[in-house]
């Protein structure tokens, strides 16, 4: 402060009170040395912004940090410094106390156990024609032989280049079940994007159609879903794989540089897709719209989450990429009175009924 806090005034001694500085628009903190000796703290706080337990809160914490500072060497450098007062290092350890049990399984895994609970439920919706989980399972089973004959193996990386289809999510699946992990190609990336992350990652095959396969030229071995394919010879029904191995390959924008692959583990996606549905619970009468291109890892929620849940799951068609939930082209696909949509970067979209107490799944 600009002015003395003691006045002896013919031997009359008074000590003003601090009552503001001024207006505030936030705090404004004033140290000031005292008589005795010590520091003095003033807080002035905007009232609109601050309750009188928040402002002492915030005092108590400054005169906390000016305490632990005098008690220290003066080389200890600041970030070594504990600011936080004891009752405030308990809170954070409540609020972080969020550690639980991961299930030691994998996708695949987890989509057979679900094939097994209802393998006559329908579960994939594609422009007016659907699959039970038993025959999307049988179509997994067979592509995954395909993979196999082509050289992949566990470890290995499968480049899917298919619009939205169930052959995509038939490939995604594939991949797992034959113990590789998936890289995600939008077949409208431009093609010199597509060569790049080909060559980068190093594919065991490219599982694409004949027109992008011309387009991108893969040296790599090709699968192509639009020919006739020999039928693969039997061999074990699944490769068996853990939650260390890889799910999935994606790709950054390279907005900030050249694109960069990112490994994702199935224990990591388990995690995030067993935690989606402990929270919004999917079932049976749900509905997921799948829209997100599998290039961008928000898809991996629409293309895998719904078919471990019991849900359906719901594709507008590849040439649908205006459509918004409850368009003529979205409500169709879904045929529901529910349906969920997993839009990019989770803005989600849930109608209809919704049993009291269940949490809604966005906004």
């Not at 060497?73 to 504990?82: F, G, I, N, Q, T």
Request: net charge positive.
């Amino acid at each position: 402060m600009a002015f003395d806090f003691g006045h002896d005034i013919a031997g009359v001694y008074a000590r003003p009170h601090h009552l503001s500085a001024g207006p505030v628009e936030d705090l404004t903190v004033c140290v000031y040395a005292g008589r005795d000796g010590g520091l003095h703290l003033d807080v002035d706080a905007n009232p609109a912004l601050y309750t009188e337990p928040e402002v002492r809160a915030h005092l108590a914490r400054l005169a906390h940090l000016f305490r632990t500072v005098a008690a220290v060497p003066a080389d200890r450098p600041l970030h070594a410094l504990d600011v936080l007062p004891p009752a405030e290092h308990a809170r954070l350890a409540g609020w972080n106390r969020t550690s639980h049990a991961v299930p030691g399984t994998t996708l695949p895994r987890l989509f057979a156990d679900q094939v097994r609970r209802t393998p006559d439920a329908p579960a994939l919706r594609f422009e007016g024609r659907t699959l039970t989980y038993a025959r999307l399972d049988a179509a997994v089973q067979r592509r995954a032989r395909e993979l196999r004959a082509t050289g992949v193996r566990r470890g290995s990386v499968v480049a899917v280049a298919l619009p939205r289809s169930p052959e995509l999510v038939v490939t995604l699946y594939a991949a797992h079940r034959a113990g590789a992990a998936y890289l995600p190609l939008d077949p409208d990336y431009p093609t010199d994007r597509l060569r790049l992350m080909l060559a980068d990652a190093g594919p065991a095959c490219l599982v694409t159609d004949a027109a992008t396969a011309a387009r991108i030229g893969a040296t790599t071995p090709v699968l192509l879903v639009d020919r006739d394919l020999p039928a693969p010879a039997p061999d074990p029904a699944e490769v068996p794989v853990t939650g260390a191995d890889p799910a999935y390959v994606i790709y950054t924008s390279g907005s900030t540089g050249r694109p960069k692959g990112v490994v994702v583990p199935h224990r990591g996606i388990v995690n995030r897709l067993l935690w989606m549905q402990d929270t919004y619970r999917l079932d049976a009468a749900d509905r997921v719209l799948q829209k997100t291109p599998s290039s961008f890892d928000v898809s991996v929620w629409e293309l895998f989450w719904p078919l471990l849940a019991g849900a359906r799951s719901c594709s507008p068609g590849p040439a649908s990429t205006a459509t918004r939930p409850g368009s003529p082209t979205s409500s169709a696909a879904s045929g529901s009175r529910r349906r969920t949509s997993c839009r990019r970067c989770w803005s989600t979209t849930s109608t209809s009924r919704r049993p009291p107490g269940r949490p809604r799944c966005g906004g």
